[in-house]
């Protein structure tokens, strides 16, 4: 399939993986209430930085916007 970005945003907590295996290369995840929290775009950036990966690297996206969380 390629690389996929995975984001979670169902919840407080916002959530974001990244890999093109059965494992993510990279995960994060940051309260949407915490002071620290500068939004879902850094928190992509940062996993994807992280991963080794480029936006130009996602072959697919998967989101949940809920209700409930990814599983």
Same mark, same amino acid.
């Not at 002071?35 to 480029?54: I, K, R």
């Given at each position: 399939? +390629? !690389? ?16 093109? =295996? ?14 620290? !929290?500068?939004?879902? =775009?850094? %928190?992509?950036?940062?996993? %994807?930085?992280?991963? +080794?990966?480029? !936006? ?9 916007? +809920?209700? +409930?969380?990814?599983?």
């Amino acid at each position: 399939m +390629g !690389f996929v970005l995975a984001l979670e945003a169902s919840s407080r907590t916002y959530a974001a993986a990244a890999g093109d =295996g059965e494992r993510p290369r990279a995960q994060r995840a940051s309260r949407r209430d915490d002071p620290a !929290f500068t939004g879902l =775009g850094d %928190l992509v950036a940062q996993t %994807l930085a992280e991963s +080794g990966a480029a !936006f130009r690297d996602i072959a697919a996206i998967a989101v949940d916007i +809920g209700p +409930g969380g990814l599983s």
